[in-house]
């Protein structure tokens, strides 16, 4: 995850994914929390592929099978 092959072309990336299981970082709010600009451009830097919109709704949303719903089709990337 923090190497990047254009930055690091001096350095060599060995793949070690059959030694680690994926894992997903989760960002929370509290309830009820207005979701201010610096919120989501800080979602958008974490998680390029959440729009506010998406984010919006995923904070809107009452339950987490409502929030599982609204990313069931969402690929997630693979670092």
Request: charged share 30%; glycine share 4%.
């Amino acid at each position: 995850m923090a190497f990047d092959p254009e930055r690091d072309a001096d350095l060599v990336a060995i793949d070690a994914s059959h030694l680690f299981l994926p894992s997903r970082t989760y960002i929370g709010a509290r309830k009820d929390t207005f979701i201010r600009r610096f919120m989501l451009d800080f979602v958008e830097l974490f998680a390029g592929h959440l729009t506010p919109d998406i984010v919006r709704a995923a904070f809107g949303t009452s339950d987490r099978n409502a929030r599982e719903d609204l990313f069931a089709d969402l690929e997630l990337p693979v670092r």
